[in-house]
Protein backbone atom coordinates (compact mmCIF):
# COMPACT_ATOMS: atom_id res chain seq x y z
CA UNK A 1 0.00 0.00 0.00
CA UNK A 2 2.94 2.42 0.91
CA UNK A 3 4.58 1.83 -2.68
CA UNK A 4 2.27 2.49 -4.86
CA UNK A 5 0.60 5.71 -3.04
CA UNK A 6 4.42 7.03 -3.25
CA UNK A 7 4.60 6.27 -6.32
CA UNK A 8 1.26 7.88 -7.48
CA UNK A 9 2.45 11.29 -6.06
CA UNK A 10 5.96 11.14 -6.80
CA UNK A 11 4.52 10.96 -10.80
CA UNK A 12 1.86 12.58 -10.28
CA UNK A 13 1.97 16.82 -12.17
CA UNK A 14 -1.45 17.92 -11.84
CA UNK A 15 -3.30 20.20 -9.69
CA UNK A 16 -3.93 19.44 -6.06
CA UNK A 17 -7.73 19.43 -6.55
CA UNK A 18 -7.75 16.71 -9.73
CA UNK A 19 -4.89 15.21 -7.59
CA UNK A 20 -7.16 14.31 -4.94
CA UNK A 21 -9.73 13.00 -6.74
CA UNK A 22 -7.39 10.67 -8.84
CA UNK A 23 -5.90 9.78 -5.50
CA UNK A 24 -9.79 8.80 -4.07
CA UNK A 25 -10.99 6.98 -7.11
CA UNK A 26 -7.59 4.68 -6.86
CA UNK A 27 -8.18 3.84 -3.62
CA UNK A 28 -11.75 3.10 -4.26
CA UNK A 29 -10.77 0.93 -7.00
CA UNK A 30 -8.39 -0.91 -5.03
CA UNK A 31 -10.70 -1.39 -2.70
CA UNK A 32 -13.19 -2.92 -4.53
CA UNK A 33 -10.44 -5.47 -5.60
CA UNK A 34 -9.59 -6.38 -2.34
CA UNK A 35 -13.49 -6.69 -1.55
CA UNK A 36 -14.14 -9.03 -4.84
CA UNK A 37 -11.17 -10.77 -4.39
CA UNK A 38 -12.30 -12.40 -1.01
CA UNK A 39 -15.62 -12.66 -1.57
CA UNK A 40 -14.20 -14.97 -4.45
CA UNK A 41 -11.81 -16.47 -2.26
CA UNK A 42 -14.90 -17.61 0.14
CA UNK A 43 -17.09 -18.99 -3.13
CA UNK A 44 -14.47 -20.58 -4.45
CA UNK A 45 -13.68 -22.14 -0.90
CA UNK A 46 -17.51 -23.05 -0.34
CA UNK A 47 -17.78 -24.94 -3.76
CA UNK A 48 -14.06 -27.02 -3.03
CA UNK A 49 -15.21 -30.71 -2.32
CA UNK A 50 -15.36 -31.62 1.03
CA UNK A 51 -15.77 -28.00 2.57
CA UNK A 52 -19.28 -27.91 4.02
CA UNK A 53 -21.30 -25.54 4.18
CA UNK A 54 -23.09 -23.98 7.43
CA UNK A 55 -26.36 -25.44 8.26
CA UNK A 56 -29.12 -23.22 8.38
CA UNK A 57 -31.33 -24.47 12.17
CA UNK A 58 -34.63 -26.18 10.85
CA UNK A 59 -37.56 -26.67 13.27
CA UNK A 60 -38.98 -30.02 13.94
CA UNK A 61 -41.66 -29.45 11.41
CA UNK A 62 -39.21 -28.94 8.84
CA UNK A 63 -37.13 -31.70 9.83
CA UNK A 64 -40.04 -34.54 9.68
CA UNK A 65 -40.89 -33.15 6.25
CA UNK A 66 -37.36 -33.23 5.00
CA UNK A 67 -36.63 -36.71 6.17
CA UNK A 68 -40.34 -37.74 4.84
CA UNK A 69 -38.85 -36.32 1.30
CA UNK A 70 -35.15 -37.35 1.38
CA UNK A 71 -34.77 -40.59 4.25
CA UNK A 72 -33.26 -43.19 2.23
CA UNK A 73 -35.02 -46.27 3.19
CA UNK A 74 -38.58 -44.22 2.96
CA UNK A 75 -37.33 -43.59 -0.39
CA UNK A 76 -37.25 -47.75 -1.21
CA UNK A 77 -40.16 -48.28 1.07
CA UNK A 78 -42.33 -45.94 -2.10
CA UNK A 79 -41.07 -48.35 -4.45
CA UNK A 80 -43.63 -51.10 -3.18
CA UNK A 81 -46.67 -49.08 -4.33
CA UNK A 82 -45.23 -49.18 -7.99
CA UNK A 83 -44.52 -52.84 -7.54
CA UNK A 84 -47.81 -53.67 -6.50
CA UNK A 85 -49.21 -51.33 -9.35
CA UNK A 86 -47.47 -53.15 -11.56
CA UNK A 87 -48.77 -56.21 -9.98
CA UNK A 88 -52.64 -55.05 -11.02
CA UNK A 89 -51.74 -54.81 -14.47
CA UNK A 90 -50.40 -58.44 -14.38
CA UNK A 91 -53.35 -59.43 -13.30
CA UNK A 92 -55.81 -57.85 -15.71
CA UNK A 93 -53.58 -59.26 -18.44
CA UNK A 94 -55.85 -62.33 -20.45
CA UNK A 95 -54.28 -64.87 -21.62
CA UNK A 96 -52.37 -65.09 -24.98
CA UNK A 97 -53.98 -67.07 -28.21
CA UNK A 98 -51.66 -69.93 -29.41
CA UNK A 99 -50.93 -70.47 -32.83
CA UNK A 100 -49.86 -73.49 -34.25
CA UNK A 101 -47.94 -74.44 -37.35
CA UNK A 102 -48.38 -77.98 -38.88
CA UNK A 103 -46.58 -79.65 -41.19
CA UNK A 104 -47.46 -83.27 -41.28
CA UNK A 105 -46.48 -86.43 -43.57
CA UNK A 106 -43.67 -85.05 -45.22
CA UNK A 107 -41.71 -87.35 -47.64
CA UNK A 108 -38.21 -87.08 -46.09
CA UNK A 109 -37.90 -89.84 -44.65
CA UNK A 110 -36.26 -91.66 -47.55
CA UNK A 111 -39.64 -92.90 -49.00
CA UNK A 112 -40.88 -90.93 -52.22
CA UNK A 113 -44.36 -90.59 -52.30
CA UNK A 114 -45.40 -92.14 -56.02
CA UNK A 115 -48.34 -94.00 -57.82
CA UNK A 116 -46.56 -97.24 -56.58
CA UNK A 117 -46.81 -96.84 -52.43
CA UNK A 118 -49.43 -94.51 -52.60
CA UNK A 119 -48.15 -92.95 -49.47
CA UNK A 120 -48.68 -89.97 -48.13
CA UNK A 121 -50.66 -87.04 -48.50
CA UNK A 122 -48.36 -84.35 -46.81
CA UNK A 123 -50.25 -82.49 -44.75
CA UNK A 124 -49.69 -78.37 -43.84
CA UNK A 125 -52.22 -76.29 -41.24
CA UNK A 126 -52.70 -73.44 -39.35
CA UNK A 127 -53.86 -73.64 -35.76
CA UNK A 128 -54.92 -71.51 -33.13
CA UNK A 129 -56.56 -71.84 -29.62
CA UNK A 130 -58.20 -69.30 -27.23
CA UNK A 131 -58.35 -69.83 -23.57
CA UNK A 132 -61.68 -68.49 -21.97
CA UNK A 133 -61.35 -68.28 -17.89
CA UNK A 134 -64.57 -69.02 -16.38
CA UNK A 135 -65.90 -68.39 -12.40
CA UNK A 136 -64.41 -64.82 -12.30
CA UNK A 137 -60.55 -66.03 -12.66
CA UNK A 138 -59.15 -62.29 -13.89
CA UNK A 139 -61.71 -60.14 -11.66
CA UNK A 140 -60.34 -62.41 -8.66
CA UNK A 141 -57.13 -61.67 -9.41
CA UNK A 142 -57.76 -58.53 -9.92
CA UNK A 143 -58.98 -58.20 -6.54
CA UNK A 144 -56.21 -59.82 -4.70
CA UNK A 145 -53.91 -57.16 -6.79
CA UNK A 146 -55.68 -54.32 -5.24
CA UNK A 147 -56.07 -55.01 -2.11
CA UNK A 148 -52.82 -55.51 -2.03
CA UNK A 149 -51.68 -52.09 -3.32
CA UNK A 150 -54.00 -51.05 -0.67
CA UNK A 151 -51.68 -52.90 2.10
CA UNK A 152 -48.64 -51.77 0.51
CA UNK A 153 -49.92 -47.78 0.74
CA UNK A 154 -50.59 -48.67 4.32
CA UNK A 155 -47.85 -50.08 4.95
CA UNK A 156 -45.70 -47.07 3.36
CA UNK A 157 -47.73 -45.03 5.92
CA UNK A 158 -46.93 -46.93 8.91
CA UNK A 159 -43.04 -46.61 8.23
CA UNK A 160 -43.66 -42.88 7.45
CA UNK A 161 -45.51 -43.10 11.53
CA UNK A 162 -41.70 -45.03 12.60
CA UNK A 163 -39.65 -42.52 10.35
CA UNK A 164 -41.82 -39.91 12.40
CA UNK A 165 -41.50 -40.41 15.75
CA UNK A 166 -37.60 -41.34 14.70
CA UNK A 167 -36.90 -37.74 13.71
CA UNK A 168 -38.86 -36.56 16.35
CA UNK A 169 -36.92 -38.84 18.99
CA UNK A 170 -33.81 -37.63 17.36
CA UNK A 171 -34.78 -34.28 17.64
CA UNK A 172 -35.35 -34.22 20.95
CA UNK A 173 -31.86 -35.74 21.85
CA UNK A 174 -30.41 -33.02 19.60
CA UNK A 175 -32.27 -30.28 21.97
CA UNK A 176 -31.39 -32.27 24.73
CA UNK A 177 -27.55 -32.71 23.86
CA UNK A 178 -27.51 -28.96 23.55
CA UNK A 179 -29.18 -27.71 26.77
CA UNK A 180 -26.25 -29.81 28.39
CA UNK A 181 -23.61 -28.24 26.64
CA UNK A 182 -24.74 -24.76 27.67
CA UNK A 183 -25.55 -26.10 30.92
CA UNK A 184 -21.60 -27.03 31.05
CA UNK A 185 -20.38 -24.04 29.45
CA UNK A 186 -21.98 -22.11 31.94
CA UNK A 187 -20.33 -24.55 34.92
CA UNK A 188 -16.51 -24.12 33.27
CA UNK A 189 -17.29 -20.43 32.78
CA UNK A 190 -18.13 -19.74 36.22
CA UNK A 191 -15.27 -22.36 37.69
CA UNK A 192 -12.54 -19.90 35.42
CA UNK A 193 -14.16 -16.74 37.15
CA UNK A 194 -13.57 -18.43 40.46
CA UNK A 195 -9.91 -19.80 39.08
CA UNK A 196 -9.35 -16.07 38.27
CA UNK A 197 -10.60 -14.66 41.80
CA UNK A 198 -8.71 -17.38 43.53
CA UNK A 199 -5.41 -16.65 41.75
CA UNK A 200 -5.40 -13.08 42.56
CA UNK A 201 -6.19 -13.94 46.20
CA UNK A 202 -3.33 -16.01 46.00
CA UNK A 203 -1.16 -13.43 44.82
CA UNK A 204 -2.39 -11.10 47.61
CA UNK A 205 -1.21 -13.76 50.40
CA UNK A 206 -5.07 -14.07 51.14
CA UNK A 207 -5.73 -17.94 50.24
CA UNK A 208 -3.13 -20.90 50.58
CA UNK A 209 -2.12 -22.57 47.45
CA UNK A 210 -3.47 -26.25 48.05
CA UNK A 211 -7.05 -24.06 47.68
CA UNK A 212 -6.43 -22.96 44.51
CA UNK A 213 -4.93 -26.23 42.88
CA UNK A 214 -8.82 -27.55 44.71
CA UNK A 215 -9.90 -25.42 42.09
CA UNK A 216 -8.13 -26.26 39.33
CA UNK A 217 -8.85 -29.71 39.43
CA UNK A 218 -12.93 -28.58 39.15
CA UNK A 219 -12.25 -26.65 36.85
CA UNK A 220 -10.50 -29.28 34.60
CA UNK A 221 -13.50 -31.82 36.22
CA UNK A 222 -16.42 -29.40 34.47
CA UNK A 223 -14.01 -28.93 31.19
CA UNK A 224 -14.31 -32.61 30.88
CA UNK A 225 -17.97 -32.48 30.97
CA UNK A 226 -18.00 -29.89 28.34
CA UNK A 227 -16.12 -32.32 26.02
CA UNK A 228 -18.44 -34.89 26.91
CA UNK A 229 -21.53 -32.91 26.46
CA UNK A 230 -20.13 -32.01 22.53
CA UNK A 231 -19.52 -35.58 21.49
CA UNK A 232 -23.06 -36.23 22.58
CA UNK A 233 -24.23 -33.26 20.59
CA UNK A 234 -22.64 -34.23 17.90
CA UNK A 235 -23.87 -38.11 18.03
CA UNK A 236 -26.96 -36.75 17.98
CA UNK A 237 -26.63 -34.64 15.66
CA UNK A 238 -25.28 -37.51 12.49
CA UNK A 239 -28.13 -39.62 13.94
CA UNK A 240 -30.46 -36.84 13.36
CA UNK A 241 -28.46 -36.04 10.01
CA UNK A 242 -29.05 -39.28 9.02
CA UNK A 243 -32.59 -39.84 9.18
CA UNK A 244 -32.86 -36.53 7.23
CA UNK A 245 -31.01 -38.56 4.15
CA UNK A 246 -28.68 -35.78 4.22
CA UNK A 247 -24.89 -36.74 3.11
CA UNK A 248 -22.53 -37.92 5.70
CA UNK A 249 -19.70 -35.30 4.70
CA UNK A 250 -22.55 -32.92 4.95
CA UNK A 251 -22.68 -30.21 7.48
CA UNK A 252 -23.95 -31.20 10.92
CA UNK A 253 -27.62 -30.22 11.45
CA UNK A 254 -28.66 -27.74 13.13
CA UNK A 255 -31.45 -27.72 15.43
CA UNK A 256 -33.92 -24.84 16.26
CA UNK A 257 -36.53 -24.37 19.54
CA UNK A 258 -36.97 -25.63 22.90
CA UNK A 259 -37.71 -28.23 24.93
CA UNK A 260 -40.61 -27.39 26.19
CA UNK A 261 -44.35 -28.44 25.00
CA UNK A 262 -47.49 -27.97 25.57
CA UNK A 263 -49.27 -30.52 28.02
CA UNK A 264 -52.57 -32.50 26.25
CA UNK A 265 -56.23 -32.38 27.15
CA UNK A 266 -57.20 -35.42 25.40
CA UNK A 267 -58.21 -38.60 27.67
CA UNK A 268 -57.31 -42.40 27.53
CA UNK A 269 -60.29 -43.26 25.89
CA UNK A 270 -60.38 -40.51 23.00
CA UNK A 271 -56.99 -41.55 22.13
CA UNK A 272 -57.79 -45.11 21.96
CA UNK A 273 -60.42 -44.63 19.78
CA UNK A 274 -58.15 -42.64 17.88
CA UNK A 275 -55.78 -45.40 17.44
CA UNK A 276 -58.64 -47.49 16.01
CA UNK A 277 -59.25 -45.26 13.10
CA UNK A 278 -56.05 -44.18 12.59
CA UNK A 279 -52.73 -46.50 12.69
CA UNK A 280 -52.34 -47.36 9.39
CA UNK A 281 -51.26 -50.80 10.25
CA UNK A 282 -53.75 -51.35 12.26
CA UNK A 283 -55.91 -50.50 9.14
CA UNK A 284 -53.37 -52.52 6.70
CA UNK A 285 -54.55 -55.31 8.92
CA UNK A 286 -58.14 -54.95 7.94
CA UNK A 287 -57.06 -54.73 4.04
CA UNK A 288 -55.34 -57.90 4.57
CA UNK A 289 -58.08 -59.24 5.91
CA UNK A 290 -60.26 -58.21 2.56
CA UNK A 291 -57.40 -59.44 0.86
CA UNK A 292 -57.74 -63.30 2.60
CA UNK A 293 -61.11 -63.27 1.53
CA UNK A 294 -60.23 -62.33 -2.18
CA UNK A 295 -57.43 -64.59 -2.12
CA UNK A 296 -60.05 -67.47 -0.88
CA UNK A 297 -62.14 -66.71 -3.82
CA UNK A 298 -59.81 -66.83 -6.44
CA UNK A 299 -58.93 -70.35 -5.12
CA UNK A 300 -61.96 -71.45 -5.09
CA UNK A 301 -62.27 -70.01 -8.62
CA UNK A 302 -59.27 -71.88 -9.86
CA UNK A 303 -60.46 -74.58 -8.64
CA UNK A 304 -63.15 -74.63 -11.75
CA UNK A 305 -62.27 -75.95 -15.34
CA UNK A 306 -61.55 -73.40 -18.25
CA UNK A 307 -62.54 -74.09 -22.14
CA UNK A 308 -60.25 -73.98 -25.03
CA UNK A 309 -61.59 -73.19 -28.12
CA UNK A 310 -59.75 -73.74 -31.09
CA UNK A 311 -59.81 -73.77 -35.11
CA UNK A 312 -57.57 -74.85 -37.84
CA UNK A 313 -57.33 -74.97 -41.21
CA UNK A 314 -55.39 -77.72 -42.87
CA UNK A 315 -54.23 -78.25 -46.66
CA UNK A 316 -53.83 -81.71 -48.06
CA UNK A 317 -51.87 -82.31 -51.54
CA UNK A 318 -50.94 -85.91 -52.70
CA UNK A 319 -51.35 -87.99 -56.12
CA UNK A 320 -54.80 -89.01 -55.71
CA UNK A 321 -55.46 -84.99 -55.12
CA UNK A 322 -55.37 -82.06 -53.12
CA UNK A 323 -57.97 -80.47 -50.66
CA UNK A 324 -58.55 -77.90 -48.30
CA UNK A 325 -60.75 -78.37 -44.68
CA UNK A 326 -61.36 -76.63 -41.66
CA UNK A 327 -61.56 -77.87 -37.89
CA UNK A 328 -63.03 -76.83 -34.45
CA UNK A 329 -61.94 -77.68 -31.37
CA UNK A 330 -63.43 -77.86 -27.68
CA UNK A 331 -60.64 -78.89 -24.72
CA UNK A 332 -61.36 -78.73 -21.19
CA UNK A 333 -59.23 -80.75 -18.28
CA UNK A 334 -61.43 -83.54 -16.50
CA UNK A 335 -61.75 -82.13 -12.32
CA UNK A 336 -60.92 -85.67 -10.99
CA UNK A 337 -57.82 -85.41 -8.86
CA UNK A 338 -56.80 -82.01 -9.00
CA UNK A 339 -59.35 -79.55 -8.31
CA UNK A 340 -57.36 -76.77 -6.43
CA UNK A 341 -58.07 -78.46 -3.14
CA UNK A 342 -54.69 -77.39 -1.32
CA UNK A 343 -54.45 -73.75 -2.79
CA UNK A 344 -58.39 -73.42 -1.29
CA UNK A 345 -56.98 -74.76 1.87
CA UNK A 346 -54.30 -72.74 2.43
CA UNK A 347 -56.20 -69.08 1.53
CA UNK A 348 -58.58 -70.29 4.31
CA UNK A 349 -55.90 -71.15 7.06
CA UNK A 350 -53.96 -67.45 5.94
CA UNK A 351 -57.22 -66.26 6.31
CA UNK A 352 -57.56 -67.38 9.75
CA UNK A 353 -54.00 -66.46 10.81
CA UNK A 354 -55.11 -63.14 9.32
CA UNK A 355 -57.52 -62.87 11.55
CA UNK A 356 -55.61 -63.90 14.77
CA UNK A 357 -52.50 -61.69 13.61
CA UNK A 358 -55.52 -58.46 13.77
CA UNK A 359 -57.10 -59.55 17.32
CA UNK A 360 -53.11 -59.26 18.17
CA UNK A 361 -52.61 -55.97 16.78
CA UNK A 362 -55.37 -54.70 18.69
CA UNK A 363 -54.81 -55.97 21.75
CA UNK A 364 -51.03 -54.33 21.34
CA UNK A 365 -51.70 -51.13 19.91
CA UNK A 366 -54.61 -50.68 22.74
CA UNK A 367 -51.43 -51.34 25.43
CA UNK A 368 -49.32 -49.35 23.21
CA UNK A 369 -51.63 -46.19 23.67
CA UNK A 370 -52.11 -47.09 27.36
CA UNK A 371 -48.15 -47.18 28.09
CA UNK A 372 -47.74 -44.17 26.12
CA UNK A 373 -50.16 -42.00 28.31
CA UNK A 374 -48.93 -43.63 31.28
CA UNK A 375 -45.62 -42.01 30.63
CA UNK A 376 -46.94 -38.93 29.57
CA UNK A 377 -48.78 -38.25 33.13
CA UNK A 378 -45.62 -39.56 34.82
CA UNK A 379 -43.46 -37.32 33.03
CA UNK A 380 -45.55 -34.38 33.05
CA UNK A 381 -46.16 -34.73 36.97
CA UNK A 382 -42.75 -34.93 37.44
CA UNK A 383 -41.82 -32.11 35.44
CA UNK A 384 -44.52 -29.88 37.41
CA UNK A 385 -42.47 -30.73 40.60
CA UNK A 386 -38.98 -30.39 39.39
CA UNK A 387 -40.33 -26.86 37.77
CA UNK A 388 -42.29 -25.77 41.15
CA UNK A 389 -39.85 -26.81 44.29
CA UNK A 390 -36.41 -27.55 42.68
CA UNK A 391 -35.29 -25.00 40.40
CA UNK A 392 -35.93 -21.81 42.25
CA UNK A 393 -34.23 -23.51 45.59
CA UNK A 394 -31.41 -24.91 43.28
CA UNK A 395 -30.52 -21.84 42.07
CA UNK A 396 -30.88 -19.68 45.28
CA UNK A 397 -28.44 -22.18 46.77
CA UNK A 398 -26.07 -22.28 44.28
CA UNK A 399 -26.26 -17.90 44.32
CA UNK A 400 -25.87 -17.61 47.74
CA UNK A 401 -22.66 -20.50 47.94
CA UNK A 402 -21.02 -18.73 45.43
CA UNK A 403 -21.21 -15.44 46.75
CA UNK A 404 -20.34 -16.41 50.23
CA UNK A 405 -17.54 -18.57 48.65
CA UNK A 406 -16.41 -15.67 46.74
CA UNK A 407 -16.48 -13.40 49.88
CA UNK A 408 -14.99 -16.10 51.92
CA UNK A 409 -17.74 -17.16 54.27
CA UNK A 410 -18.08 -20.29 52.75
CA UNK A 411 -15.70 -23.15 52.13
CA UNK A 412 -14.53 -24.64 48.63
CA UNK A 413 -16.29 -28.15 49.52
CA UNK A 414 -19.80 -25.89 49.96
CA UNK A 415 -19.22 -24.17 46.80
CA UNK A 416 -18.43 -27.08 44.77
CA UNK A 417 -21.19 -28.92 46.11
CA UNK A 418 -23.90 -26.48 45.34
CA UNK A 419 -22.42 -26.09 42.24
CA UNK A 420 -22.79 -29.91 41.78
CA UNK A 421 -26.58 -29.50 42.73
CA UNK A 422 -27.23 -26.99 40.83
CA UNK A 423 -25.94 -29.18 37.69
CA UNK A 424 -27.35 -32.40 38.56
CA UNK A 425 -31.47 -30.14 38.98
CA UNK A 426 -30.91 -28.66 35.66
CA UNK A 427 -29.74 -31.77 34.26
CA UNK A 428 -32.96 -33.58 35.82
CA UNK A 429 -35.01 -30.70 35.18
CA UNK A 430 -33.97 -31.24 30.81
CA UNK A 431 -34.10 -34.72 30.84
CA UNK A 432 -37.89 -33.97 32.53
CA UNK A 433 -38.69 -31.61 29.81
CA UNK A 434 -36.95 -34.27 26.87
CA UNK A 435 -39.04 -37.33 28.69
CA UNK A 436 -42.23 -35.06 28.56
CA UNK A 437 -41.23 -34.41 24.97
CA UNK A 438 -41.01 -37.53 23.87
CA UNK A 439 -43.97 -38.61 25.89
CA UNK A 440 -46.07 -36.80 23.79
CA UNK A 441 -44.71 -37.98 20.51
CA UNK A 442 -45.44 -41.16 21.71
CA UNK A 443 -48.57 -40.66 21.99
CA UNK A 444 -48.85 -39.16 18.36
CA UNK A 445 -47.17 -42.05 16.85
CA UNK A 446 -49.24 -44.43 18.96
CA UNK A 447 -52.36 -42.88 17.84
CA UNK A 448 -51.41 -42.77 14.17
CA UNK A 449 -52.09 -38.97 14.50
CA UNK A 450 -48.39 -37.54 13.27
CA UNK A 451 -48.51 -39.72 10.16
CA UNK A 452 -47.49 -37.65 6.97
CA UNK A 453 -47.96 -37.92 3.09
Given at each position: M???????????????????????????????????????????QAGQPGTPAASTPITVEAAVSEAVQHN???????????????????????????????????????THYNNDN????????????????????????????????????LSLLDTIRSLVFDVENAFVETLLAQANLKLARENSAALESVVKINTDRLRAGDLARVELTRVQLAKLQFDNQVRQADLRLETAQRKLQLLLGRAGDAALVQVAGDLSRAPITTTL???????????????AGQQMQARSLADVRLQ?????????????????????????????????????????????????????????????????????VQIAYQQYTVSRDSLSEIQHQMLGRALDVRDTTEYSYKR?????????DA???????????????ADFARSLYSIQSATGEN???
Amino acid sequence: MSRIHCTLFSRCTLTPCRLFHQSFSCAIFFLYLVTTGAAFAQVQQAGQPGTPAASTPITVEAAVSEAVQHNLALLAERYNVSIAQAKILTASLRPNPVLTLDADHLPWAGTHYNNDNMAGPAEYSVRTDFLFERAGKRSGRIAVAQEEKSIAELSLLDTIRSLVFDVENAFVETLLAQANLKLARENSAALESVVKINTDRLRAGDLARVELTRVQLAKLQFDNQVRQADLRLETAQRKLQLLLGRAGDAALVQVAGDLSRAPITTTLDELQKTAQTKRPDLLAGQQMQARSLADVRLQLAQGKVDYTLGSEYRRQQGLAGRGNSLGFFVQTNIPIFNRNQGEIARANQERIQTEARQRALVAAITNEVQIAYQQYTVSRDSLSEIQHQMLGRALDVRDTTEYSYKRGEASLVEFLDAQRAYNDTIQTYNEAQADFARSLYSIQSATGENVTQ
